[in-house]
């Protein structure tokens, strides 16, 4: 970014780490880091794998959202279909792909990826991908044996509308709702 001449005074250097937790989807750790001007410090992490969050985009406009409850704030929300990739190498593609037709059943013609995004990076360096699907067809739903998920659309207007009067609270589903609609914009 233009007008940034100091960054390296910003850059943090890890002189030690050890892992406290190990789980399936995430590992905590406890890193010593080296900080500008001799000091140090201590960070706590999580690394996760990666994920992947889709827009499915109908030819009516309306996009293919779920509502699930989600334990950790026990709330059920609404969401755009997301999930995590299967190891650190998968393609971030083919892994929306399989997650847009576990979830929903829906297949798409078309992909377009509309970036990358860190969730929580202050704590996390998860990164999600986003891409907006279009040319649906439906199939088959494969839902995971934990997923429970009742599906649904809603124009991309009234979502957009339900992000902005906070009743989507999921931060990749906004993210990946405005992107989508700033796409479309330029086209």
């Known amino acids: 970014m233009p007008g940034f ?3 390296e005074d910003l850059r943090e250097k890890m002189l030690s780490s050890e892992e406290i937790f190990r789980g399936r989807v995430m590992h905590v ?11 140090t410090g201590e960070r706590e992490l999580l690394r996760h794998i990666g994920a992947v969050c889709i827009v499915p985009l109908t ?4 996009v293919v959202l779920e509502r ?4 950790a704030p026990g709330l059920v929300l609404t969401e755009i279909p997301a999930g995590k990739l299967d190891s650190p190498e998968e393609d971030r593609l083919a892994a929306a792909r399989r997650e847009l037709s576990e979830e929903t059943g829906y ?12 969730p929580a990076p202050a704590y996390s360096d ?5 891409f907006l699907a279009r040319g649906l067809r ?18 991309l207007k009234d979502a957009l509308e339900e992000v902005a009067a906070g009743r989507i609270p ?11 609609a700033q796409f479309l914009r330029g086209e």
């Open 170 to 180: 999921d931060a990749k589903t906004q993210m990946a709702l405005l992107r989508t």
């Open 126 to 130: 998860e990164r999600i991908t986003l």
């Open 5 to 7: 001449d100091h960054e």
């Open 59 to 62: 030819d009516k406009g309306e």
């Open 29 to 39: 750790f406890r890193d010593r880091i080296a900080l500008s001007g001799g000091r």
């Open 138 to 155: 439906r199939g088959p739903q494969h839902l995971d044996a934990d997923e429970t998920l009742h599906i649904f659309t809603l124009p």
């Open 107 to 118: 297949l798409a013609e078309e992909w377009i990826d509309l970036g990358d995004f860190y």
């Open 68 to 71: 699930q409850f989600r334990y």
